[in-house]
């Protein structure tokens, strides 16, 4: 059975739930404007980063993977269409 990015992330380390889906809230601002939002956990900043401890390319692609699907969910909440 093959484990998606998300399980495989928690399998390396159980703190990565913070940056799972279930962490976007929806929040009104003092004008009364809606937001989506959530913790941008864009591990993208790795690539230029000097640091010996880098983490494993399967485990960068499911972060890099798991934000795009965080980001897909906002857009298409903003938007309606979710």
Do not use: Q, T
């Amino acid at each position: 059975m093959r484990r998606d990015g998300g399980a495989r992330l928690l399998d390396h380390s159980l703190e990565f739930v913070i940056f799972l889906p279930c962490r976007i809230a929806l929040v009104e601002d003092a004008d009364k404007k809606l937001w989506l939002v959530m913790l941008d956990w864009d591990v993208r900043w790795i690539d230029a980063a000097p640091n010996p401890n880098k983490v494993p390319d399967r485990l960068y692609e499911a972060a890099v993977k798991l934000r795009a699907g965080m980001e897909d969910i906002i857009r298409a909440g903003a938007s309606g269409e979710f």
